[in-house]
């Protein structure tokens, strides 16, 4: 606008007060329509702002009324679940308390039945050592020139009978562990 002004000026010489009033008064209508035009925009997009807030979001609310109450429903039902299956959880760990304890004195009495056992046996093992040992004694004792094999075996029979004594006063001393697992008896020789 300066370069036609400027361009004007030069052409026909100096704008009078008159028509600088025209141009500028020109200038202003112009200003002034689009300001009107403007506003009106303004107030278009006010008023669907408005609208939209005032207006719901859901047209259809009768429609998922049925479902929201049908969530509600299913949602209700798997708390109840929760809780029951909290509950199961807590009887479950007690009863696995209480079925370690059963087994542990399970593994005790079996470990006392057993160690008795063993204990019997191992006598009744030591004492037909024993009798052999004697009975090879007597009749080495019977029969001439025998002596030579009964020395030989009685070094045999000697070594067996003091594992036996041996594997005898370890089952005697053993006890169980605190797992309630029997320690395993370790044999001498």
Request: glycine content about 8%; hydrophobic content about 40%; proline content about 3%.
């Amino acid at each position: 606008m300066a370069g036609k002004q400027d361009a004007e000026e030069r052409e026909g010489g100096e704008l009078t007060p008159e028509q600088r009033i025209e141009k500028l008064e020109k200038g202003r209508t112009l200003n002034l329509i689009l300001i009107c035009v403007l506003g009106f925009f303004s107030l278009l997009q006010l008023g669907a702002i408005a609208a939209m807030f005032l207006t719901s979001g859901d047209q259809r609310p009768d429609r998922n009324a049925d479902a929201i109450a049908n969530l509600e429903h299913r949602i209700e039902r798997l708390r109840d679940s929760s809780q029951s299956i909290e509950g199961f959880r807590l009887e479950a760990g007690v009863l696995n308390d209480k079925l370690d304890r059963v087994l542990n004195q399970t593994d005790l009495n079996n470990f006392a039945v057993l160690r008795a056992l063993m204990i019997e046996r191992e006598e009744d093992h030591t004492r037909f050592i024993e009798a052999l040992q004697q009975g090879m004694y007597d009749l080495s004792r019977m029969l001439r020139g025998s002596r030579t094999w009964y020395e030989v075996y009685k070094e045999d029979l000697d070594r067996v009978l003091q594992n036996s004594r041996n594997r005898l006063v370890e089952l005697k001393g053993m006890t169980p562990v605190e797992e309630g697992n029997a320690p395993i008896p370790t044999t001498a020789g």
